[in-house]
């Protein structure tokens, strides 16, 4: 059984620049959600795909976009990013009966200078 | 607004004592709670769950107990080792609105041999 991979495994990006994350769900998960991580606090949920919709959404800008493919592999896009967009990104799925228990890839390290 | 609290930052035990990690919500909507461990450069690894109308979920060393009323959930670990060292966090889990999953800021735990 495959767990969940994300790439790349750390990102330098310049402030207002544009960055995409990867990331590909563990065998037989159709959901994947993304969330942030700043130093010293827990993830924060930035939304959720089931196939290849969202259906779920925080508290997070529309800059923050994302895609799920029909392998339910996934994407997250940052648009004109700020300082305060450097964290640590994790990706996490599940599969549709039990979308709670959710199951982490090792997640991007992305920083903006 | 925080919506989950782990109001402790960190917990010292002895090997072979027992553990309990608590935590704190304020939303009545959440249908599942959850405890993940996080190990350095590594994403969280679910732990165990329980179920809104439950109050004791069990698996292996590790308990969750619910308390409704009181809006506070604790995890116990009996018997704690050194390899339980980690951060701990918990998590709520609802649907109304949208799927969405709200960490605490976490509690490390460290394990003395």
């Known amino acids: 059984e495959t767990g969940v991979t994300q790439s790349p495994t750390h990102l330098i990006k310049t402030r207002g620049q544009q960055v995409t994350l990867r990331c590909s769900s563990q065998s037989g998960h159709n959901t994947v959600s993304w969330y942030q991580q700043a130093l010293g606090q827990g993830p924060q949920f930035i939304f959720q795909?089931?196939?290849?919709?969202?259906?779920g959404r925080g508290n997070f800008p529309p800059r923050f976009s994302g895609l799920q493919f029909p392998n339910y592999s996934s994407e997250l896009n940052v648009n004109a990013l700020e300082l305060d967009d450097s964290a640590l990104y994790l990706c996490?799925?599940?599969?549709?009966?039990?979308?709670?228990?959710?199951?982490f890839g090792p997640g991007t390290r992305l920083t903006v200078t | 607004d925080q919506q989950v609290k782990q109001n402790s930052p960190s917990l010292s035990v002895q090997e072979g004592r027992i553990s309990i990690l608590n935590c704190d919500y304020t939303?009545?909507?959440?249908?599942?709670f959850l405890w993940y461990k996080k190990y350095p450069a590594e994403g969280p690894t679910f732990l165990i769950s329980i179920s809104s109308i439950k109050d004791k979920n069990e698996d292996g060393r590790f308990t969750v107990f619910l308390n409704k009323s009181a809006k506070h959930l604790s995890l116990h670990i009996v018997p704690s080792q050194p390899g339980d060292s980690a951060v701990y966090f918990c998590a709520a889990w609802f649907l109304t609105g949208g799927f969405k999953t709200i960490f605490g800021a976490g509690t490390r735990l460290f394990v003395k041999a």
């Open positions: 795909y089931y196939r290849e919709e969202e259906n």
């Open positions: 996490a799925s599940s599969s549709g009966q039990r979308t709670y228990e959710q199951y």
């Open positions: 939303n009545s909507m959440f249908d599942y």
